[in-house]
Every structure is written in structure tokens, then in C-alpha cells.
């Protein structure tokens, strides 16, 4: 049985993803962000062979406006930043993702409970409640500053706290799922909490909790951005918001060297505007409420 069972998922696999891209390639805008998305992640991937210079390494020309040489100048260390640029692309990305990561477990794991379990709903989204009505950023700031600056701090703040939207989209999915005949019937003939909650309340939630995933990595980015520009994160890593930070503790923004500060806020837009358009065209793929007829 379960050697038929094997192919016939796998064909009921291929069959979901062909008919996703189809729908998903007819969204011009979510194919716009994901062309974007891709350009990014193919330099920080290949940002070794991409960069011109070592992004560490120093040189005589000290502030040296965009030239041939140096396609977005050098700082004042002369360093080139436009290979600080390429490699600052791997940090940002990675901080991004990780952060969303430890945002949409935390408000997945959170959500399904609150949901399904009636006897934790208050106490859970009360908790939640208090974390939505205070300004995050702020604590992050306060966080961060106590832990001290590092890459590992920043990705925990952030994610720590960014959860609560998650939670609650979560949580009114499955009150939906929860009323649902299938889910009725498994308690009917004594199927257990965790059984129901894997095999068929997960699988349900799973492709918004991955919409909701690629929304958070465009916050995490802008909140590590903002960290980075305070001074904390770590300076020995090259990230779009730390190139920002030298920018400013050195001068650049006062002297008016555009080339050091405009290149990283550009690229913060850039992605950004990218992850929203494809976490909006997943939603709206995955919700067939949204999908546009």
C-alpha cells in the first residue's frame, strides 16, 4: 500500500507545484519581484567572483569620487564600496532570511496553538496583544544594546520580536480549519491533538505561513538596517545598513560623498519593494479570495 501511496503523492506534488508556477508566472508583478529577488541572491552567492577588490582591503585613494577604478568610489579608508556593496549583499540577505525565519516559527508555533487549543487562546493572545502594542523598534534598539552588538543578537531581536502579526493571520486560519468536517472527523474516531495538528491543520497552514515568511524578511532587512546604522551589529561584517553606519561616523553624509550612502539605501529599496511584490502574489495565489479572476 504504501509503495502505491509513494508515486501517487509524488504525481499529486508535481501537479500542485506546475499548477502554482502557472499561476504564479501570470502575476507580472510577483515575476518582477522574484527577477529582482533572484539578481540579489546571484551576487551574494557568487560576490568572490563578482567584486572587484577585497572589500576589506585598503588603498591610497582615500575618498575617491566613482571613477573607472572604482565604479562607486572608495571611502575614507579606500576602500572600494562597490565590493563592500556585493559582499554587504550575503549579510543583509542572510540576516533577512534567518530573522524571518525565527519571526514565523515563533508566530506559526504561537498561532496554531492559540487556534486550535481553546483553553491557551486567551492567555496566548494576550500575550501577543501586549507585544503589538509596543513600538518594536525601539526594544529592539534596547535589546540589542544589552546584549551587545553581533550578527547572532540582531537576527534574535528581530526575531523575537516580529512574530505577532504571524500569529495572529495564523490563528484565524486555523479557527477556520478547526470547524472544518475533515478535522471533525478525525476527533470523531479518536485521532490525537498532535495527529490532527500534523497531518492536517500544519499541511493547511503551511503555504501562508510561507507567504507570510517572505513579507518578514523585507522588515527584517529594514530592521537591520536600522540596527547596523546605530552602531548594533557588528562591524567587522560588511552589510548595506553598516556601510550606511561608516557613512555616517565618518563624514560621508556631511562631506556629501553620495557615492558611499545613496548605493546601500538604493539597494535596502530595491530588495525591499521585491520581497513585498512577491509576498503579496503569493498571498494572492494562495488565497483564492484574493486571486484576481
Not at 44 to 59: C, K, L, Q, R, T
Not at 129 to 155: C, E, H, K, Q
Not at 159 to 187: C, N
Request: proline letters at 5%.
Amino acid at each position: 500500500m504504501k509503495k502505491l501511496l509513494g508515486p501517487r503523492r509524488t504525481a499529486v506534488l508535481k501537479k500542485r507545484i506546475k499548477n502554482f508556477w502557472y499561476l504564479y508566472k501570470s502575476n507580472k508583478m510577483g515575476m518582477i519581484g522574484l527577477s529582482i529577488l533572484l539578481f540579489f541572491i546571484f551576487i551574494a552567492v557568487f560576490a568572490h567572483y563578482i567584486a572587484p577588490y577585497d572589500p576589506y582591503e585598503f588603498s591610497r585613494y582615500v575618498n575617491a569620487p566613482p571613477s573607472w577604478e572604482h565604479p562607486l568610489g572608495t571611502n575614507d579608508a579606500g576602500q572600494d564600496i562597490f565590493s563592500e556593496l556585493i559582499y554587504g549583499t550575503r549579510i543583509s540577505l542572510l540576516v533577512g532570511f534567518l530573522a524571518a525565519f525565527v519571526s514565523t516559527f515563533i508566530g506559526g508555533s504561537i498561532g496554531i496553538l492559540a487556534g486550535y487549543f481553546k483553553k491557551l487562546d486567551g492567555i496566548l493572545m494576550r500575550i501577543t496583544d501586549i507585544f503589538l502594542v509596543i513600538p518594536s523598534f525601539p526594544l529592539m534598539i534596547l535589546l540589542a544594546a544589552y546584549l551587545g552588538p553581533s550578527i547572532n543578537t540582531v537576527i534574535l531581536v528581530i526575531g523575537i520580536l516580529s512574530w505577532p502579526y504571524t500569529a495572529r493571520v495564523i490563528r484565524s486560519q486555523v479557527l477556520s480549519l478547526r470547524e472544518r468536517t475533515f478535522v471533525e472527523s478525525a476527533k470523531v474516531i479518536g485521532a490525537s491533538d498532535f495527529y490532527i495538528l500534523r497531518a492536517y491543520i500544519l499541511p493547511n497552514v503551511m503555504p501562508l505561513l510561507f507567504a507570510n515568511m517572505v513579507l518578514n524578511v523585507s522588515g527584517a532587512i529594514v530592521s537591520e538596517a536600522g540596527l547596523a546604522f546605530l552602531g548594533l551589529s557588528d562591524v567587522t561584517y560588511k552589510s548595506w545598513g553598516m556601510i550606511l553606519y561608516f557613512a555616517r561616523i565618518r563624514g560621508g553624509f556631511i562631506r556629501g560623498a553620495y557615492w558611499w550612502w545613496v548605493p546601500p539605501g538604493l539597494c535596502i529599496a530595491t530588495v525591499v519593494l521585491a520581497f513585498t511584490l512577491v509576498g503579496y502574489a503569493l498571498d494572492e495565489i494562495l488565497n483564492p479570495r484574493l486571486r484576481k479572476r
